[in-house]
């Protein structure tokens, strides 16, 4: 889908939040008909060897002993 038009006060409030996270590269992607967020800290994503459900509903994803990314769900219900 085409973005036509923009909240950019939203995108400040990303923003902020993210000034507070750990000083590292990561991207993101969010199926929204899943409604689940994609973290991930390398570019290409890394393939998970491990995998850990929190209480929270976030998947935390390991290579190793190595968080390579988190997956969030049910965003849109927190």
Request: hydrophobic fraction near 40%; avoid cysteine; charge should be negative.
């Amino acid at each position: 889908m085409a973005v036509t038009s923009i909240d950019l006060q939203s995108y400040l409030q990303l923003a902020k939040v993210v000034s507070y996270l750990p000083k590292q590269d990561f991207w993101t992607a969010y199926d929204a008909e899943a409604d689940v967020l994609y973290i991930n800290f390398h570019q290409p994503a890394l393939s998970a060897d491990d995998s850990e459900l929190t209480d929270d509903d976030i998947i935390i994803r390991y290579q190793g002993d190595e968080i390579i990314g988190l997956t969030i769900l049910n965003v849109t219900k927190r």
